[in-house]
């Protein structure tokens, strides 16, 4: 740093002290004018209802001077700038003087007196917002994400996200903001369980970082979509534009962050974005196998045997549609189709190297084979 700069920072920090300073005195000097002018109300408001109990004639005397004393204060509210600005002590006074009477006044200068014992020890709002989502990921933190990325696969599955779901369970408050404020930052649908987890902490602290997450969460989701449908809308004759709208749209509808009626508008724009996919490339098996999902999470589990059964007949046939088709089947009691689908691609379910485990012994109970031995005790112990 040059010796200009360095004079720079010096003549900028001055200028902060000096700022610093007159607003200190200017605060002091706001206090006492609010301060005079609740006591002038408040003394007014005693003599108002000194004048009602000894019922003094005439009796509109009374009421018009409580009226002249509101107008009077609420023009100070309005008018009087001790500070730069308003203040809004003045403009608390002026509301429950008009109301309270007397207790207005009283009130008033009861919560100037607990604003200036709770202001010493306050922090300020830029700091306590920094405080939760700082710039900068400090290395305890980032090595704690690290530990918990580790070894997660690309699917959704529930099993991605218990690391997460542990530390905001069984962690300390830092662990749990530290994680919260990772998950904000590299959030992905998957981790939408561990941050629901997080909304029902029994720390207050906690539950406040994760709702301020989930709101940035969804207006990073907004932002996003905008942009895509605006791309989408741009290039309505391009099937991969209209397929990543219809993914965006799908990554949320069923997270649980948003709420309600927007995950019910992002399943239609997803299953809509999805349909106009499949017009454009019939050959798109990713888009056919996602609308057949979205109608059986929906509900919708004749529409969506009816969807899987037309893919089968265009050569869709693969681990994950047969899984899908397979639970709109069973959960129909449909189990001749049930059964026929297994025989006619179960084999070849069997050999693809993308089966999971678990649906390989659907296929192979359903086939008629023999399940794999569970381990012995023994076995487990040893290894």
């Given at each position: ?101 007397p ?72 662990q ?24 029902s ?5 906690v ?12 207006g ?34 069923f ?35 996602r ?66 485990e ?26």
């Amino acid at each position: 740093m040059s010796i200009q700069e360095v004079e720079e920072e010096l003549a900028r920090i001055e200028t902060e002290r000096r700022r610093v300073k007159a607003l200190a005195g200017g605060g002091r000097r706001s206090t006492l004018a609010v301060l005079a002018v609740a006591i002038g109300a408040t003394l007014v408001e005693c003599l108002i209802c000194w004048l009602l109990w000894i019922e003094y004639r005439p009796l509109w005397i009374a009421p018009a001077l409580h009226v002249a004393v509101c107008s009077a204060v609420a023009l100070a509210a309005w008018h009087l700038k001790p500070n730069g600005g308003r203040s809004r002590f003045l403009a608390l006074l002026a509301l429950t003087l008009v109301f309270l009477g007397p207790f207005g006044p009283l009130g008033t200068m009861l919560a100037m007196l607990l604003h200036m014992f709770f202001r010493r020890r306050a922090t300020p709002f830029d700091e306590w917002y920094q405080s939760l989502f700082p710039e900068e990921i400090d290395e305890p933190s980032r090595r704690l994400y690290e530990m918990l990325m580790r070894g997660l696969a690309d699917s959704a599955s529930q099993e991605n996200v218990t690391s997460f779901t542990d530390v905001l369970q069984y962690g300390s408050i830092e662990q749990k903001r530290a994680v919260i404020s990772l998950l904000s930052r590299d959030f992905r649908p998957e981790f939408a369980p561990a941050l629901q987890s997080a909304l029902s902490d029994a720390n207050p602290a906690v539950r406040v970082q994760a709702a301020t997450a989930a709101a940035n969460i969804e207006g990073d989701f907004l932002e996003r979509a905008i942009d895509l449908e605006t791309a989408a809308r741009k290039a309505p004759s391009s099937a991969e534009t209209q397929f990543l709208v219809a993914r965006h749209f799908d990554d949320y509808a069923f997270s649980g962050i948003l709420d309600g009626d927007r995950q019910a508008e992002n399943r239609r724009k997803a299953e809509t974005f999805y349909r106009k996919t499949v017009e454009l490339d019939p050959e798109h098996e990713d888009a056919a196998l996602r609308v057949g999902r979205l109608l059986v999470r929906q509900g919708r589990l004749e529409e969506a045997e009816k969807w899987f059964e037309a893919g089968f007949t265009n050569g869709f046939v693969g681990p994950a549609q047969l899984s899908w088709y397979l639970e709109a089947a069973y959960r129909l009691g449909n189990y001749d189709k049930l059964r026929y689908a297994v025989a006619g691609f179960g084999e070849e379910i069997l050999e693809h190297p993308s089966t999971s485990e678990r649906l390989r012994d659907v296929v192979r109970l359903w086939l008629g084979h023999d399940l794999p031995p569970a381990p012995r005790a023994e076995d487990l112990k040893l290894a």
